[in-house]
């Protein structure tokens, strides 16, 4: 089986990046610029029309949207145990990550890209105070979440993966977020795993191989 995984740094690319690390999964990695355009250049459109990453290609055919990226990637490498065995648990974790696509990163996205949700000059600050309001909303449910908890179940799981791209990404917008602790700590711990360390020197080394380029 041939994979490739369309990743572009400080994306929710991050993840598949991760859960395929974590299942030992034999990858490829496609490194595109999510700044230069290329997103939207004719031959990525064709992959995913919908301009975005992650995008799994599997055998020369491609999946979309992280959400069904995770559970292909657990079923797949179920020794890898990326989802829970028990039926209500996995449905629960399945919950959990599409809490975190539909209503975590949207919160997210004003803080990168204001003029997406409000062109009006002047506007970009009122985006992000409006949006930071509900992203705080959602970091107070998942603090409650891993109250006395390591992991959001009983061992490290892809929602795991998933919400640790979502806490690195609201600190890469300097946002205050001493308040939640657990989340905190869960980074820490998330920090410590190889799959996340691998992640972070291809992270280095793509952004500036991007930057050069730019340069």
């Not at 992640?199 to 500036?208: F, G, I, Q, T």
């Amino acid at each position: 089986m041939n994979l490739t995984l369309c990743y572009a740094p400080q994306t929710c690319a991050t993840v598949p990046f991760i859960t395929l690390t974590e299942a030992g999964a034999d990858f490829e990695v496609m490194n595109l610029n999510s700044r230069s355009g290329q997103l939207r250049s004719p031959e990525f459109l064709k992959l995913n029309p919908k301009h975005k990453v992650p995008v799994l290609i599997i055998d020369g055919e491609a999946l979309t949207e992280n959400l069904a990226i995770q559970v292909w990637i657990a079923r797949r490498y179920p020794a890898a145990r990326l989802l829970p065995q028990d039926p209500m648990q996995e449905i629960k974790a399945i919950s959990l990550m599409s809490f975190f696509g539909s209503g975590i990163h949207p919160h997210l996205t004003p803080n990168a890209r204001p003029e997406n949700y409000c062109d009006l000059p002047g506007s970009a600050e009122n985006v992000k105070k409006v949006g930071n309001k509900l992203l705080f909303e959602d970091f107070a449910v998942v603090e409650n979440l891993l109250q006395g908890r390591e992991w959001f179940f009983d061992h490290f799981t892809a929602p795991d993966a998933y919400f640790f791209w979502c806490f690195r990404r609201a600190i890469s917008f300097k946002l205050d977020l001493s308040q939640f602790k657990n989340c905190h700590a869960h980074l820490e711990r998330m920090q410590h795993r190889a799959s996340a360390q691998k992640l972070a020197a291809h992270e280095k080394r793509v952004m500036e191989e991007f930057s050069r380029s730019n340069g």
